[in-house]
């Protein structure tokens, strides 16, 4: 059996009279315990008084039985109801004990009715339920609080005794009997109730003060759990953001992480965060939470040079915050309608920026935006939390750079061990077999004095070819060293393109006169407009170029130089070949220094892996971009480098003719 209607809500609805009060747990146990000591106070009385007591569980009412023993012992009319937890049931002691079901109403609630002869009093109540979120077990047992009514007024306590006794009986029927002395006895309703002592009854006065001084603590001391809890609450923010963009030194994740959890932390409608340097006039939003219901701005772009918001924040170093956009004169006024339009756009109608900072470095912007038409309440406490976060956001992002920083150096480190390995590996390969070719030949012509004289020259030819060719192992490493030290003087001039192809495949063939070289198609006209470079160096890189495709073209191949315009500040020179070819994952690798492609001891033709990163330098140098182009191994290759095109507008007679002279004077003698 259970009984869902409130004994509270019975009583109201018999006295309209009546109106309840809020009382907190402690405040009810004093006036309970009032009312109590008043019958043990008075033990000479003419008859024993009705005690009825109602709790909630048997646990409380354990913790009161030794009162309501020593109340047995005046009373023979005292009934308990309790909702049995272990031993407590319905049974006739030195009391009646009522067990009533746990899902009946008065599972929730607190009575204790008290009529005696000289006084009455009543305490009819029903437990509040409110979020205990948070909270520890002693701070919400105190805190629980309580709708009622408290009153000495008889008919009111005799209206609420006839109500608990009904309940009583369906649960002990066979109390019908003694219920109904009771009811005679203490439940006639006279038209004057007999006059009392109030020196005897009249308690009120001091429980009341008591009360009012319970429910007033008790008041403060759940203002103060609150703060409490409203503090934990965002220490644990602070503190899982921190675990959280600790567990990362990818900057991306460290942002989105953190503005995930400071919007579901806050309860705000959009947080963004953006990085940004104090001189750019834009940034692209990534990294958005919003609240659901609230239009997303991910992707957008976001103006910062025309924000004059923007601006004050970096000037002043601190958070801005904004509690009415339709209001602020920064935003009404402004002369452009950047700001209107984002307030528009993304319904911002309260915005709290926060800078990203570390050692007054501008890193990026945090941004709040409060979209609901109240404007938002920005606590001190709240900017606080925001800052801490973003200071713990900026040491992130600067770890993460420092990181990233220091994969780079190792990078590079691993590189440079590579060139050194390379170095050696390659330098004592090209040295040594020269060397002991030279050797070789000066010993015999030294201690062969029959040798003939055709032996001897071709001894002689052999020890100049390979001195040769350590003169040009010894110049690429010099050459090299001064383009990336940046001791080389440039002269740029505006030259004759077609006339600077013409000198580079001159100086090919007459190094190469001994060797077959492939078939060379020259696609270069003299109609094209002059460059702007170094002579000198240009010549440098086309032979280069055209080196490294007959080297790796067989005399049956071609090997093709051709120009193409694509923009009006520049030339695009190709040489291109049907040789070897490169794979597609190693062309980036190709202007390394050293690179070789076989390796640095299994090549099937000569050279340092120099060529091809002297080029690099030399195209870096006036600002063009040089690359490379295979379809895979065997399928040829293509070289490609931009010149900047001359502003300087001569006589095509006139620019040749100059352009010759000077790389006749400036062109090296290898």
Known sequence: MKILTSVLTELLETRTDLHPQMYFKSSLIALSHAMEDQILANTRVSYPPLIIASFQRERFYKQEAHRYRRLAQISDQVYILAAPETSFSSNSDIYEKIAFA???????????????????????????????????????????????????????????????????????????????????????????????????????????????????????????????????????????????????????????????????????????????????????????????????????????????????????????????????????????????NLVTNCSIFSWLMIPLIYQDRLLGMMELHHCQETPANWKPEDLALVNAIATQIAVALIQAEAYANLEDLNQQLEALDRTRSNLVAITGHELRTPLSTIQVCLESLATEPDMSPELRQVMLNTALQDAERMRKLVQDFLTLSQLESGRVEWNPEPLSLAECVELSLSHLRARLHTQELPQVTNLVTDDLPLVQVDGEWLVEVLAKLLDNACKFTGREGEVTISVSRYNPQTLEVTVSDTGRGIEPNRLDKVFDRFYQEEGALRRSVGGTGLGLAICRQIVATWGGKIWAESSGKNQGSRFHFTIPISDVNLDNNNSGKKGKSSKKQKTRQD
Do not use: M
């Not at 006895?185 to 006065?205: A, G, S």
């Not at 008790?218 to 934990?232: D, M, P």
């Open 102 to 340: 746990p899902e009946d109403s008065l599972a929730q609630e607190w009575h204790l009715v008290i009529i005696a002869e000289q006084y009455t009093s009543c305490l009819i109540c029903r437990e509040r339920k409110f979020s205990t979120q948070q909270l520890d077990a002693s701070i919400i047992d105190n805190s629980r609080r309580f709708e009622g009514i408290w009153t000495f007024d008889r008919r009111v306590t005799q209206t609420a005794a006839k109500i608990i006794f009904k309940r009583i009986l369906a649960y002990r029927p066979e109390l019908a009997a003694k219920i109904k002395q009771a009811k005679a006895r203490y439940l006639q309703i006279t038209p004057n109730p007999p006059q009392v002592n109030p020196e005897t009854t009249q308690i009120d006065p001091f429980v009341q003060r008591l009360v009012t001084y319970l429910q007033a603590s008790q008041y403060k001391l759940l203002k103060a759990n609150r703060f409490l809890a409203a503090k934990e609450k965002k220490e644990r923010l602070l503190n899982s953001i921190i675990e959280a963009i600790r567990r990362s030194l990818d900057p991306e994740e460290i942002l989105q992480v953190a503005v995930q959890k400071l919007g579901e932390g806050l309860g705000v409608c959009r947080c963004v965060v953006y990085r940004c340097k104090e001189n750019d006039t834009s940034t692209q939003i990534y990294h958005e939470f919003k609240s659901k219901g609230i239009s997303s701005i991910k992707g957008q772009i976001w103006p910062l040079s025309n924000n004059p918001l923007f601006q004050e924040v970096k000037t002043l170093r601190d958070i801005l915050t904004i509690e009415d956009t339709t209001t602020d004169p920064r935003i009404q006024n402004a002369q452009e309608n950047t700001l209107q």
